[in-house]
């Protein structure tokens, strides 16, 4: 489908910018806005319309399409509501007008991550609706809050919900990332987030001293074992051309805290590091190095974790997995060439996967830049629309996967 001029614009554009203009934005989301645009949509699709509020002011909106025979799973298309900050001054146009140059180019928080998804699966479902398809299998799609913060309050208590399990998902599509060139990336896992804090303690004093056994000396010594540790999986990465982000273990050193003055050696400093373990790490060897660095460092230096997620999935991708065969036989029919990657980052498929539901991390966004969480997020209007054409594809193709074992 091409682009049309502004005095035609395509409504699916028209509505993916509308949407865009809702102020989802960290960390005080209008979630109440984007709730009553899909109540709204569900109004104008004939679609089921159920809200799930599992903490208070988070409510889960899911519309459904019901397929015809109920005895099956369901697919779930899941998308977040929320985007993350923008530093206003760093864009060319304000990020909550999805202001559209004259190339196509629309430029909105969430332009990428991942409005335009939660668009093209409605705009899909509408099309398919209007040229009177129905499928076996039922149709949700969901649309949570919280994904940007970590989605404690949001997927990761939906799961855990009775109206999730009626929901009978058997298969789930969520985000995935832009792909630059021609290919189009696809998640089949995700790293595990820990996020550690360090914590040293030792003899304060005068800053004219040479005190021994300082804080900041014990500390120097974790970080720098993390920081080679870091080194190491990067020069993995880098001599690999096998190997994607996602396949090795990234750290970063993000918050160093401590100290009152310069002339006051504390007794007490702390370092934080976003850690994102790959899949096929052994878990509590990988606890049991981070302990020894501490310890290594000298007494009283301990971690705490204010993030450790312990449940890696894969989903396969293999012709063992029927929902996978369905999915890449429609990339195939349509010349889509995919990249199975793992996803370097963390989204609400970990805790999807986790509850035993096989999901995909895909975002119909290919000739792309990778701009989620940048400045001037944008996507052109046509790779937004191609998208809606593959979703086209894909959802009559999933929905119709014959009844499995699973099923019954
Ligand atoms: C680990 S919880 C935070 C989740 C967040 N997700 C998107 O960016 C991320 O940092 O990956
Ligand atoms: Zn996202
Ligand atoms: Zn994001």
Request: glycine fraction near 6%; charge should be negative; proline fraction near 7%.
């Amino acid at each position: 489908m091409t682009s049309k001029g502004p005095e035609e614009e395509h409504p699916s554009v028209t509505l993916f910018r509308q949407y865009l203009r809702i102020r989802t934005v960290q960390p005080k989301p209008d979630y109440g806005a984007a709730v009553a645009f899909f109540e709204e949509r569900a109004r104008q699709l004939g679609l089921g319309c159920q809200k799930v509020e599992v903490a208070p002011g988070y409510v889960v909106t899911v519309l459904t399409w019901p397929g015809t025979n109920p005895a099956l799973s369901s697919i779930l298309l899941n998308s977040h509501t929320d985007v993350v900050p923008v530093f206003k001054e760093h864009w060319s146009h304000d990020p909550f007008e999805a202001f559209k140059d004259s190339e196509g180019y629309i430029y909105a928080r969430g332009a990428q991550d991942m409005k335009c998804v939660s668009i093209q699966y409605l705009e899909a479902v509408r099309r398919l609706k209007v040229e009177g398809h129905r499928f076996p299998r039922t149709i949700h799609m969901t649309f949570v809050p919280d994904e940007e913060v970590g989605g404690h309050q949001g997927m990761e208590l939906f799961v855990q919900r009775p109206e999730f399990q009626a929901l009978r998902a058997g298969f789930a599509l969520d985000e995935g990332i832009a792909n630059p060139t021609d290919a189009f990336t696809v998640f089949y896992s995700e790293r595990s987030p820990w996020w550690v804090r360090v914590t040293s303690t030792g003899r304060p004093g005068h800053g004219s001293l040479f005190i021994e056994d300082t804080a900041a000396e014990k500390l120097h010594k974790v970080v720098s074992s993390i920081l080679a540790f870091r080194e190491k999986e990067w020069q993995r990465l880098q001599s690999n051309p096998h190997l994607k982000e996602g396949a090795v273990t990234s750290v970063n050193l993000t918050k160093l805290e401590g100290g009152v003055a310069y002339n006051v050696v504390p007794a007490t400093m702390s370092a934080s590091f976003d850690f994102r373990v790959a899949p096929d790490v052994d878990f509590k060897a990988f606890e049991e190095q981070l302990q020894s660095w501490c310890q290594a460092a000298g007494e009283g230096v301990t971690l705490e974790f204010a993030q450790k997620w312990m449940h890696p999935q894969v989903t396969p991708t293999d012709d063992s997995n029927p929902w996978w065969a369905a999915f890449s036989q429609v990339c195939k029919d349509m010349n889509l060439s995919l990249e199975p990657e793992i996803m370097p980052a963390s989204t609400d498929s970990r805790f999807i996967r986790a509850v035993g539901v096989p999901a995909l991390g895909f975002s119909p966004l290919n000739r792309t830049p990778v701009l989620l969480h940048d400045h001037d997020e944008r996507l052109h209007e046509a790779v937004f629309l191609r998208g809606v054409d593959i979703y086209t594809r894909l959802l009559p193709a999933l929905a119709s996967v014959p009844a499995l074992p699973s099923d019954s």
